[in-house]
């Protein structure tokens, strides 16, 4: 059945034991994981991936591993992420079992309405779906302010914008830089604290981690530079993810300020009307890339980085390390073409 506008909060914190399977798709995928991950903390389990490809031709065996109870004991969820159309079978499989002890969680992006995983999900009173919208400006903002409550903080003005803008509106990340700035102002709910710029800028400058750098050397253009930072990364690619994740939340920084531009407003305007939402730092760096970048060019970056992010989550790409030198490289000897 699909979720209650409104319900989906008390849905995952007080979960329902009739359902087994849980279908978390839409545009953002951070909340979609953040809500799965709710899920497993409220039935006090723990995760048990299961990959989508491996049910496409076992389909009875995600109900036999959501009905095995486990020998020592604990509550296990079954993590299904990503998730497609292979599942269908699998999913039919679970909902016409006769019994189930671990409910199933899947996460996949944006489904059509003729998707029958969605209308499976939909329909059927023992599963539970919901979509996870991308958040706008104004909605980041907000939830920079309610998850910084929670962690002891007062959000000073600019301050949730700039949190939002750096970490590209992703929620898991400003769930993560926040319990870092609580740490480090020692905050807690008991003892609540003022978040201002200078914490920002002590611990949280760059939002978007120490992987920026090598997305920005591939953006402007900098192939000695960026080959000499991918020579110092981790050879097994454990920082492919990352790092791809920071481009896609830089381009998310450029797009509307690029926008902006292309519909007549002057770049150095456009940065001074985003206040403190814009780091300092980043100011030069943005306003080359602004001259540097059309919007169709950083439409295609960024439909070429989430690519990859597919591919590197199912490990259908060569080695991690190796895809992601290749995809950087090639951006940045397009951006020297310009």
Same mark, same amino acid.
């Given at each position: 059945?699909?979720?209650?506008?409104?319900?989906?909060?008390?849905?995952?914190?007080?979960?329902?034991?009739?359902?087994? $399977?849980?279908? $978390?798709?839409?545009?953002?995928?951070?909340?979609?994981?953040?809500? @799965?991950?709710?899920? &497993?903390?409220?039935?006090?389990?723990?995760?048990?991936?299961?990959?989508?490809?491996?049910?496409?031709? #076992?389909?009875?065996?995600?109900?036999?591993?959501?009905?095995? !109870?486990?020998?020592?004991?604990?509550?296990?969820?079954?993590?299904?992420? %990503?998730?497609? /159309? /292979?599942?269908?079978?699998?999913?039919?499989?679970?909902? #016409?079992?006769?019994?189930?002890?671990?409910?199933?969680?899947?996460?996949?992006?944006?489904? @059509?309405?003729?998707?029958?995983?969605?209308?499976?999900?939909?329909?059927? %009173?023992?599963?539970?779906?919901?979509?996870?919208?991308?958040?706008?400006? *104004? #909605?980041?903002?907000?939830?920079?302010?309610?998850? =910084?409550?929670?962690?002891?903080? *007062?959000?000073?003005?600019?301050?949730?914008?700039?949190?939002?803008?750096?970490?590209?509106?992703?929620? +898991?990340? !400003?769930?993560?830089?926040?319990?870092?700035?609580?740490?480090?102002?020692?905050?807690?709910?008991?003892?609540?604290?003022?978040?201002?710029?200078?914490?920002?800028?002590?611990? @949280?400058?760059?939002?978007?981690?120490?992987?920026?750098?090598?997305?920005?050397? =591939?953006?402007?253009?900098?192939? *000695?530079?960026?080959?000499?930072?991918?020579?110092?990364?981790?050879?097994?690619?454990?920082?492919?993810?990352? !790092? &791809? +994740?920071?481009?896609?939340?830089?381009?998310?920084?450029?797009?509307?300020?690029?926008?902006?531009?292309?519909?007549?407003?002057?770049?150095?305007? &456009?940065?001074?009307?985003?206040?403190?939402?814009? $780091?300092?730092?980043?100011? %030069? $760096? &943005?306003?080359?890339?602004?001259?540097?970048?059309?919007?169709?060019?950083?439409?295609?970056?960024?439909?070429?980085? @989430?690519?990859? /992010? +597919?591919?590197?989550?199912?490990?259908?790409?060569? %080695?991690?390390?190796?895809?992601?030198?290749?995809?950087?490289?090639? !951006?940045?000897?397009?951006?020297?073409?310009?």
């Amino acid at each position: 059945m699909k979720s209650v506008k409104g319900s989906i909060g008390r849905s995952v914190d007080e979960p329902d034991p009739k359902v087994r $399977f849980y279908l $978390f798709h839409g545009t953002d995928e951070s909340q979609s994981s953040a809500l @799965g991950d709710r899920l &497993v903390t409220a039935l006090k389990a723990n995760k048990h991936a299961l990959a989508g490809g491996s049910l496409r031709g #076992d389909p009875a065996l995600l109900a036999d591993e959501a009905g095995a !109870i486990d020998m020592f004991g604990g509550s296990k969820v079954i993590w299904i992420q %990503p998730a497609g /159309e /292979e599942i269908v079978s699998a999913v039919e499989a679970l909902l #016409d079992a006769g019994a189930c002890e671990n409910p199933v969680v899947a996460i996949t992006g944006k489904l @059509g309405k003729t998707s029958g995983l969605l209308k499976l999900a939909d329909a059927h %009173p023992l599963a539970l779906s919901h979509v996870s919208y991308e958040l706008d400006a *104004r #909605d980041a903002e907000r939830l920079v302010a309610d998850l =910084a409550r929670t962690e002891g903080l *007062r959000a000073q003005p600019g301050v949730a914008a700039r949190i939002a803008l750096g970490c590209g509106n992703d929620r +898991r990340m !400003i769930a993560q830089e926040l319990a870092k700035l609580a740490l480090y102002l020692d905050a807690s709910p008991n003892a609540p604290k003022d978040l201002g710029p200078d914490a920002l800028d002590a611990v @949280g400058a760059d939002m978007a981690g120490d992987f920026s750098s090598v997305g920005d050397l =591939a953006l402007g253009g900098d192939v *000695r530079g960026l080959s000499e930072a991918l020579s110092r990364m981790d050879s097994g690619g454990k920082d492919s993810i990352p !790092i &791809v +994740r920071s481009l896609q939340r830089r381009l998310q920084m450029l797009a509307p300020i690029r926008a902006r531009v292309d519909s007549g407003e002057r770049a150095q305007a &456009v940065m001074t009307s985003m206040g403190k939402a814009l $780091f300092w730092k980043d100011k %030069p $760096f &943005v306003e080359r890339m602004i001259g540097l970048w059309d919007s169709a060019g950083l439409a295609r970056v960024s439909e070429r980085a @989430g690519a990859l /992010e +597919r591919r590197l989550m199912r490990g259908d790409a060569p %080695p991690a390390a190796e895809a992601l030198g290749e995809e950087l490289i090639t !951006i940045a000897r397009q951006a020297r073409r310009r």
